[in-house]
């Protein structure tokens, strides 16, 4: 369900909006005083230097300013009236790269993902530069080889993200990514390191390190110098993984998702402190991928995070507003209060699309803009419409349709695709149906893609066509994010069709026999690693051996390994390991509501014990909902099973036939049969009637 996101990439600065206070130049100008003040400032030293930029004063900048920090997290606040940028933050510090075996085999070092968040990040990684101890410059080279090869160097910028920075490398890399969306091209070219006289004349072998220093964040220049593997003590690193652990965790607790990765990071290592940033000390991917128990990466939605080992990133109950501009209008208040986060851009955008269709009567663009089934006040109609009146005399002066025949197609894509999710969104609110009956991270899903689309929307409302390749990539990354609307768009029908029904067929067979007053409850049962899910609907007397049972026949498994499940208690680092006779009603009872399944020590499952579910006739045990293929028992685990998918999707013929081997006969990536695992969990009733089991 996750659509390659070919455009736009996470970008720095983020996307400009229209604004009715604080110019375009205004906002550049704040950005540039960023990238160039190092020491604490206060908003009134950004507010004079950017009101020099603009032809007329800005009473209100530096409240605009302050709008602008808070909302798209771009510098520290250090107090009430003190600031900090990254750079003068980030400047000097010291941080920790451990060259691969490929890497030292190869003579290259790939810096891909790992200078974050000692970077810029308006430069992409082939932009760094490095220095041998602040000496001589490390020449660059190119590298070639399967795109999958060079994966895991980018994977700390997101999973959904690899392909457009690996595409950024070079032209041929970008056309060969947008020939075909669906596919990995066969072979890719990135610039890498030439490192060769620096392995050989010091004698690097695996497990030596590089303490790297940041000497021009703005510029990313860096400077490397060779660390042996027992040059630092294991208690000195132990003390380093226990500070980056509390600091990870206390910028998920202060700051939830955040907008991507980079976010996490970068303010992971400000809560983090100075010791974050000093030696002895981990590399980022060591922490992140080997390190660390404590933290993992999750699917949110169509992208990934970095969050709490064994726990979901809660889901909203409406559209977060990822478009939502920070300094709102009117206009703009009016439309989000409706849950329609946009921007006064996207009504230009859609006033450009009316244009195109040869439209000139404002109830169309209305009713595209805020579909019927919200139901604005009359006052707030009369604002939009007014404003949208206006907005289309002032832009058909110069409006030409010839001009915009290339542009026009895509504009009316998106603006129906955006339509489309508000209105979705929009009918959801509206159903009487607890968010646990809905897809997994439902709302997440649908404020990406109205976030992506909105941007689009607000990059195709520019006076200037953008550039074929532009328009062309914008059209390729459209296709698929058509293609993820309609996919949840399936499952919420689905899942909207299972509540009205009741939620469940009943299940023929015997029943356990619990009392009247047992309290029915919905599981959340994922995978970790992969993007397999299920909603199972238990009482709270359901033992943890008959917990095994069903999760066992969720994923089509045979019980042919050792299992257990933990937890871990309120206050304590420790984790609690449950015995097969402890029901849930048990665990809830200790203040607890999430559980992991282990199983023959290669599958970690996580149970979410969810909101206890209302009196509805003809109950039994069983799923309700689910997505993604289960792997099979056998594979080797998470990381395996995703080698083997993207083999059988984008292998060789030979890689593919091995792949269709390991994963087995009937293997459907991304098919859950729900009937077939119901049927599994009827003759596991059945067959308990008298040994327990159900």
Known sequence: MRYRAVYPLVSWPPVVYHKTYMDQRQEEAVYDFLEN????????????????????????????????????????????????????????????????????????????????PFANPALLPNEYTFYWEGGLQVPLTT???????????????????????????????????????????????IRTLDMRNIYRELGFVPGDRFAVQTLDWKEGRFSLKKISKDDWAQKDLDEWLACAEKAFSDSFAMLGSGANTEEQITFAYWYGGRRIMETPAYSLEEFLFIKTKKIETVPYGIETRFWFSGMEIPDSKGLIGFAA??????????????????????????????????????????????????????????????????????????????????????????AELHTAVIELAAKLQKEEVEASWLPKHTFIVLSQL????????????????????????????????????????????????????????????????????????????????????????????????ELHAIIQAGMGWQAQGEYRFRCESPGSREAQFLHDKMQLGDVLSFGLNEIVYEYNGRWSVKVIIMAAQSAIKNKAVGFIAGAGASP??????????????????????????????????????????????????????????????F
């Not at 950004?46 to 300013?65: D, F, G, P």
């Not at 750079?87 to 890497?103: M, Q, W």
Request: aromatic fraction near 10%; charged fraction near 30%; proline fraction near 5%.
């Open 143 to 189: 590298t070639e080889g399967p795109p999958e090869d060079f994966y895991p160097f980018y994977f700390i910028f997101g999973e959904e993200y690899i392909p457009q920075y690996i595409g950024r490398e070079n032209l041929e890399n970008e056309a060969s990514f947008l020939d075909n969306p669906y596919e990995e091209p066969a072979e890719v070219s």
């Open 450 to 545: 109205q976030g992506h689309v909105a941007s689009l929307l607000e990059d195709l409302a520019l006076e200037d066509a953008p550039p074929d390749a532009e328009l062309e990539a914008i059209d390729d990354s459209l296709d698929a994010m058509i293609e993820t609307y309609s996919d949840v768009k399936e499952m919420i029908e689905g899942s909207l069709d299972n509540f009205r029904r009741n939620n469940l067929r009943v299940i023929h067979g015997r029943k356990k026999h619990f009392s009247a007053s047992d309290t029915w409850r919905l599981l959340q049962i994922s995978i970790s690693g992969i993007n397999a899910w299920r909603q199972a609907l238990v009482q709270e007397s359901c033992t943890m051996a």
């Open 37 to 116: 003040v190092t020491e604490p400032f206060q908003l009134e030293q950004v507010s004079s230097y950017a009101q020099t930029q603009a032809s007329k004063r800005n009473s209100r900048l530096t409240v605009e300013i302050a709008a602008l920090f808070d909302s798209r997290k771009i510098a520290f606040r250090l107090d009430e009236k003190r600031w900090l940028s990254r750079r003068g933050y980030f400047e000097t510090a010291t941080f920790v790269i451990s060259p691969t075996k490929l890497e030292l085999l190869n003579g290259i070092l790939i810096p891909g993902h790992r200078c974050i």
């Open 325 to 414: 501009p920070y300094d709102k209008t009117v206009i703009e208040d009016i439309l989000i209060a409706n849950n329609i986060p946009v921007s006064e851009f996207v009504i230009h955008a859609y006033v450009l699309d009316a244009l195109f269709r040869g439209e000139n009567d404002v109830d169309d663009v209305m009713n595209r803009l805020v579909p019927p089934v919200i139901r604005l006040k009359k006052a707030e109609f009369s604002l939009i419409a007014g404003y949208i009146i206006d907005s289309m005399e002032e832009i058909k002066q110069d409006y030409s349709l010839f001009l915009d025949k290339k542009t026009g197609p895509v504009r009316l894509r998106l």
């Open 632 to 693: 099979p028992e056998s594979v080797g685990g998470a990381v395996r099973f995703c080698r083997l998918l993207e083999m059988l999707e984008n292998g060789s013929d030979a890689e593919k036939r091995a792949a269709a081997g390991e994963l087995g006969d009937g293997f459907v990536p991304g098919f859950f049969d729900m009937e077939k695992c119901n049927e599994k969990v009827a003759q596991g009733l059945r067959k308990g009637e008298g040994d327990g089991v």
